[in-house]
């Protein structure tokens, strides 16, 4: 079988959700099933750490899509330009976008529904292109993956999917995130938190991550409890930004609040690993991969109410409302000064992160790629 796979978002050094995704699932796909040719389709040159094995064929065809007029260009004529000339047998799309104008199997994998929810939190461009095409691209490929049990309903309801047609494939975490000795714990510290503890937030920044409800409630935390704990910020500005960078301008406490950008695997993980707890008030995830990263590092976390994070966190997370700063500052506040109730978490967290791994992953996406072949 030769499939076709759509790996634009295989970027060197800027993975995030959806590219990890890509990554970690490809990989094992490639690795496990040798006697299959995959195509693997990028929109620029390409890293060569991104061709896994001798049966990935990379392709780069233009143009760049990174616009909603460019991901029309490239889904609907470049895409089918290169299933034809490389007689592809299936396409596999890890980011949400197909193509309407092949005829051959599809299989699309839909993270979540967040752009119909939250519509004001794209780019208007961004926003009434996924609005207008999503529900088309689903009821046209043969399979639909999504990653949690919330999104998959979410799609049934939305778009009126027949749920057999709908599989769950979870995200993992990368094998880095491990737990870190004391000594380890000590130094990242005093790197990155002045040598305290700290609360930490990691993903890009843009309104549905709900940043600046979180920096009002760490201002709550801190004019509540006499304490130096810090709070450390990893991501990269995304968009929508000003009113975070507004409050972190002007907010009290701003010189404990360390700002660390967009950080790789390797670094994230040392981060998360010293942190105190995760605090991820998130309005809406279709998974929420630093939750599990943080369990899988031995940290307990804070999480919303909202979405699929009930899902991924389980019995071993505290809830909050992400509306309310009060309700997350309460959390922090209860985190903080109750070490017993903290223990208890990340024991509980050991047990639920097993749910998750990128081998399971893998392998639900593999069995509806052969679904949509039979």
Known sequence: MRIAVNTRL?????LEGIGWFTFQTLNRI????????????FDRPYDASFVFADNVIPVVVPPPARHPILFYCWFEWSIPYVLKKYKADLFLSPDG????????PSVLVMHDLAFE???EHLKWSHSVFMRYYSKRYARHAQQLVTVSNFSKQD???RYHID????????????????????????QVKKEYAQGEEYFIFAGALHP???VVALLKAFVLFKKRNRTNMKLVVVGRLAWNYEEVEQMRDAMPFKEDVIWVGYSDVNQLCSIIGAAYAMVYPSLFEGFGIPILESYYCDVPAIVSTTSSMPEVGGDAALYVDPMDDQSIADAMT????????RKQLIEKAKVHRTQFTWDKAAEVLWQAILKAVE
């Open 10 to 14: 295989l970027l060197k050094g800027k």
């Open 30 to 41: 490639v690795a496990a099933h040798p006697e299959h040719s995959f195509i693997f389709i």
């Open 97 to 104: 976008i197909g193509s309407l104008r092949t005829q051959i």
């Open 117 to 119: 929810h939250y519509p």
């Open 155 to 157: 799609i049934v309801d």
């Open 163 to 186: 749920p057999a047609k709908i599989s769950v494939a979870c995200n993992g975490a990368h094998s880095a995130y491990q737990p870190l000795s004391w000594e380890q714990r000590e």
């Open 208 to 210: 549905r991550k709900n």
């Open 334 to 341: 209860q985190m903080y000064k109750d070490e017993l109730l």
